[in-house]
């Protein structure tokens, strides 16, 4: 899962990725070029079968973090953010809602709402120049030669460039399987899921006016929306312990971090949920599209295990605590043995069998 990090110059961008990812940027040259990263994503259930198996080894799924160049005149007038855009799976836009003089803001006065439909209307603009340059080829074609797949795809195109035109994300159509193959390879940047960080004041964390009003500006184009103060962050980020950086959350009414809510909204928006394989050895956690069967669960893993799947024994993590044991899980009956139509569960506990 690679997410894109995009937004206007001075937004907090640049500290919420280095906070996030753990990585550190000093080359200006780097403000020009995507600067990728990682992090883990944080499951508490993912800790607590650690703590239950204690394993040799322990590995969390991760989030692949890219930070983008700065959507400004310069970047966006080369038009390699937008290549660059197109090559995440989802992106996080990050949007200014903080004062600070000492910060200046590069459209002279600090408007959330304002600033989220400015790099909307950018990346609407790309998806309908491309459509539009499309269009123009496809018509030319098809008065050479009648095509009726290029005459399908011709009326598509025709129908996505009206959406684009009423300044709505191609995300809000629906498409068929054939359709949505047809554009598979096409850049479209707003068919990608979008999740909206308003990086706000230690004081405005709690500010659900503020979360309600985006909300209700972004819901309807399908955007997920929270609130991050990346000033906060960095303070949490230099505590020493878990149980200092807990304290200080609590202090501040704060129920997740920043990588905590921005992996759930991003989980959530990709519809993808968690299972876990687990033991002695190894306790590990992986993502997997919502609705899958047990043998694309099996391929997450290896391709091999896939290849080869005979069945999966599965349990419910949910079960396991209740149970406090596996043992004591499968003499309660509660472990399963699953065939290839099995659609995997967010939390379940798969144990593979296969023979290749």
């Not at 836009?93 to 903080?98: K, P, T, Y």
């Not at 300044?167 to 359709?179: G, I």
């Not at 230099?238 to 959350?249: A, G, H, I, P, R």
């Not at 299972?275 to 992986?286: A, C, L, M, P, S």
Request: charged share 30%; with cysteine.
């Amino acid at each position: 899962m690679k997410v894109g990090i995009i937004g206007l110059p001075q937004t907090g961008k640049k500290t919420l990725f280095q906070i996030l990812t753990g990585n550190e940027i000093s080359e200006p040259s780097k403000a020009f070029k995507p600067v990728p990263g990682a992090a883990d994503i944080v499951d508490t259930r993912f800790n607590t079968l650690v703590d239950m198996y204690e394993p040799k080894k322990n590995v969390k799924a991760r989030i692949d973090l890219v930070l983008l160049p700065k959507m400004e005149a310069e970047n966006i007038a080369k038009g390699e953010i937008f290549r660059d855009i197109a090559d995440m799976d989802a992106i996080c836009h990050i949007v200014r809602a903080f004062e600070d003089d000492a910060i200046y803001h590069e459209q002279g006065s600090v408007d959330v709402i304002r600033d989220f439909e400015l790099v909307n209307s950018e990346l609407i603009m790309h998806d309908q120049i491309f459509i539009e340059k499309r269009i123009e080829r496809l018509e030319a074609m098809v008065k050479k030669i009648k095509d009726e797949d290029q005459q399908k795809e011709l009326e598509l195109m025709k129908r996505l460039l009206e959406v684009l035109e009423n300044e709505h994300p191609l995300r809000l159509t629906e498409l068929t399987y054939d359709e949505e193959k047809m554009i598979r390879s096409y850049p479209f940047i707003t068919r990608k899921k979008l999740v909206i960080a308003v990086n706000v004041s230690e004081d405005d964390l709690q500010n659900h006016d503020l979360l309600s009003q985006f909300k209700k500006a972004c819901e309807p184009l399908l955007v997920e929306v929270m609130l991050v103060s990346a000033k906060v962050e960095s303070e949490i980020a230099m505590l020493d312990t878990q149980e200092e950086k807990d304290e200080f959350l609590e202090d501040l009414g704060i129920k997740e971090t920043a990588l905590e809510n921005l992996t759930r909204l991003c989980l959530k928006s990709l519809n993808l949920i968690s299972f876990f394989t687990v033991g002695k050895d190894e306790v590990r956690q992986w993502l997997l599209r919502n609705g899958s069967k047990a043998p694309g669960a099996a391929g997450v893993i290896h391709s091999d295990l896939e290849r080869g799947f005979i069945r999966a024994e599965v349990f419910k993590y949910d079960e396991l605590m209740s149970a406090g044991s596996e043992a004591e899980l499968k003499s309660l009956g509660k472990i399963s043995v699953e065939g290839k139509e099995y659609p995997v569960a967010d939390g379940d506990i798969l144990n593979i069998r296969f023979s290749v």
